[in-house]
């Protein structure tokens, strides 16, 4: 995975003179109001930022001319919301925005403490959801209160029971209260978005939008569910029940709330870690940064944080901010941009998908000028119009979604999207029926898409079959799919325009040495809809046989890693469908196996415990977590992070592209990185990817 590079802010917006300033303060104040007031701001976080830094350093120069009414002066801009106290304040963080400045900010901080060094460090996502305090009394849950100005918050009790991680009653029944980040995941944005457009309601902008409206709404006839995730308690004798919290490090708080039941970042893969030094710590944060785009949350940085109590009562707080943490702020993942127009792409499965064309916007560093919009229901869900402005959404390398339309933004001047009444490819009628429309030829209007597709590097890998070359053979009605590539004859390949001996010689020997491909490479040749290359591998390695997946019920797919209610059904219909390409791939005797498939004994209801142990336990990788990481060199020099994945699972293991204490095996080729720092930290076995070659010497070719 490819770590992210250190990130720089957006220059701050410049500010020379005194009426610029004050100008600049008024639009702060203006978004920082409808921010923290409705939660529905015009200007995007990044804009704000840019803004808010440029007053920052004009106030720097100018410290006897600062506003009183500057949103720099308190936390959330001191909008206040609510009138409930908080027994201890609720802060903001600070920020630093490179590696450098976490050396710079680390440094401060160790003057704090008299110029003795962090004990520990613990680092974690910064969750982007609104913050809520949850006040338990003997273990039972009482009182909900936002953030607001920090002194005091609003009440929101009423969605007690509606928030996933705040259960009404703890494991134990002590009194303590519990902080963290309210937040959607996509589903629970979705579903929030589908049941307010029920009611009649304008759909969300975005998801901290969608957060901060359902957390405050208090008279609707409906509630939506949300999800906590705590970063804190109020450890402090005063406030809790249970004295052992006090004497507790960060790392060790948030595992005991994770214990009461609490929902917490721990189980995920962004859990809140402690590092040794501030390499560790910077290796973390960009670790977070890299798994950013995997994650069913949004987070907008990682919280670097001295982890013992000690360290941070002597750091102390300041009137915004704690001195012993601060937030390290990745690229603005959103931004606003206009919905210029919407156009409707055939894939290849017949599955008609909308595409947003927007005006361009750079987000992350790169200009987008396209994002996904799912499909024609999710485009009713968010009640969106050519001329919208909206929040596309960009987080790590995926691709770059529409959010929601900015509320209350609207001209008068927006024009009703477009549905395509027929195939825009072939003309043919649309399927409705699903929430993804497609032609009604299905995969037949997407042959060559598919067929290029199945030959591609990941799946079948074979050499020679461009485009112009795909399109004849199926004009010429040669292939209907890929599985016809395996009967094809040279006589055949010759009465194609531009194809010599040679070429056709070539090309068949490719197709032939394909007949010999794992399964995973055959299944994902398919194009099974929700399957692609490390999916096809996880499900040929759990069946180890087409036989067996074609055999499987939603209930046995769901047993695959990866594969939930939702998938399993697909799956099911779509293998159905594939069902004479399979036995067409049969009868030419394509491979249909997975190399080296162990049947799990556990799911063998005869055996015992201890016999299934040893299950698989001939294989050279059984039942351990490998991380592979740096070039290869040696016999394995020519894999692919693909092939090295593949190889680990045909040995019998699991292949996980990041270090933790469960890790087996670190194998390190040349230039490794972080990883194997870390794998060295935790004391794991690290090997060459020559030493790694030998172990393996019984499964390789
Ligand atoms: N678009 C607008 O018009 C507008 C206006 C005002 C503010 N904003 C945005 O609001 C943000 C500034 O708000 P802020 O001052 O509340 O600060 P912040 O949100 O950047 O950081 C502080 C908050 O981070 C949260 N947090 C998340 N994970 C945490 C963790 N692991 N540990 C501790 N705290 C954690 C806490 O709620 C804390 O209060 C900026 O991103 C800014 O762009 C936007
Ligand atoms: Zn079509």
Known sequence: ?????????????????????????????????????????????????????????????????????????????????????????????????????????AASLERRLDGRAVTAWAVEPKLDGVALAARYLDGKLVRLVTRGDGSTGEDVSHTIGH?????????????????????????????????????????????????SGSLRAKDRAYQVEQTFLAYDALTDPEYTSDLTLADLSHTQLIARLATLGIGTTAGTKVATLACADLDEVLARIHEIGALRAGLDFELDGAVIKADTRADQVEAGTGSRTPHWATAYKFPA???????????????????????????????????????SLHNVADIGRKDLM?????????????????????????????????????CPRCGADIDKSGERWRCDRGRACGQVEAIRYAVARDALDIDGLGEKIVIQLVEKQMIEDFADLFTLTREQ????????????DNLLVAIANA????????????????????????????FGSMQAIQAADTVALELVDGIGGEK????????????????????????????????????????????????????????????????????????????MTELIATAGGRASSSVSARTSLVVAGEKAGSKLDKAQTLGLEVITPEVFAERLSAVLD
């Open 568 to 643: 399993a059904p697909v799956i099911v219909a779509e293998l159905a469908e594939l069902a004479p390409v399979i036995d067409k791939l049969k009868a030419a005797e394509v491979n249909l196996d997975q190399p080296n498939f162990v049947m799990p004994a556990a799911l063998d209801a005869t055996e015992t415990e201890a016999e299934s142990e040893e299950a698989g336990t001939g294989l050279p990788l059984a039942g351990m977590t490998v991380v592979v990481t740096g070039g290869m060199t040696g016999p394995l020099a020519a894999y692919s992070r693909t092939e």
């Open 333 to 371: 993942a959103q931004k606003i941009t206009k919905l210029k127009a919407v156009e409707w792409n055939v894939g290849r499965t017949g599955v008609i998908a909308p595409r947003a064309i927007l005006e361009p916007v750079e987000v992350g560093g790169t200009t987008i000028t396209y994002a």
């Open 515 to 542: 007949k010999a491909k794992p399964l995973n490479r055959v299944f994902c040749a398919l194009g099974v809809l929700g399957t692609g290359r490390s999916m096809s591998l996880r499900i040929a390695t759990h």
């Open 1 to 105: 995975m490819k770590a992210m590079t250190t990130t720089s802010a957006a220059p701050a917006v410049a500010i020379a003179e005194e009426n610029t300033y004050r100008e600049a303060v008024a639009q702060a104040r203006e978004a920082a109001d409808a921010y923290y007031g409705t939660g529905e701001s015009g200007m995007d976080d990044d804009t704000y930022d840019r803004l808010l830094r440029g007053i920052i350093a004009w106030e720097a120069e100018h410290p006897d001319q600062v506003a009183a009414d500057s949103p720099t002066q308190q936390v959330a801009a001191g909008v206040t919301t609510g009138d409930v106290e908080h027994s201890v304040r609720m802060l903001s963080l600070g920020n630093v925005f490179s590696d450098e400045q976490v050396h710079d900010w």
């Open 163 to 211: 928030i996933v991680g705040l259960p009404r009653t703890l494991a134990e029944p002590i009194t303590v209260e519990v902080r963290g980040e309210v937040l959607m995941t996509s589903g629970q944005f979705a579903a929030a978005n589908e049941l307010r457009t029920a009611h009649g309601g304008q759909p969300f902008a975005n998801r901290r939008n969608a957060s």
């Open 386 to 422: 050519l001329g919208d402005k909206v929040f596309v959404l960009r987080a790590g390398e995926v691709i770059p979604r529409v959010e929601g339309a900015v509320a209350g933004q609207r001209t008068g001047d927006e024009q009703p999207i477009v549905f395509p009444e027929v």
């Open 493 to 504: 390949l010759l009465t194609l325009d531009r194809m010599g001996e040679k070429s056709a």
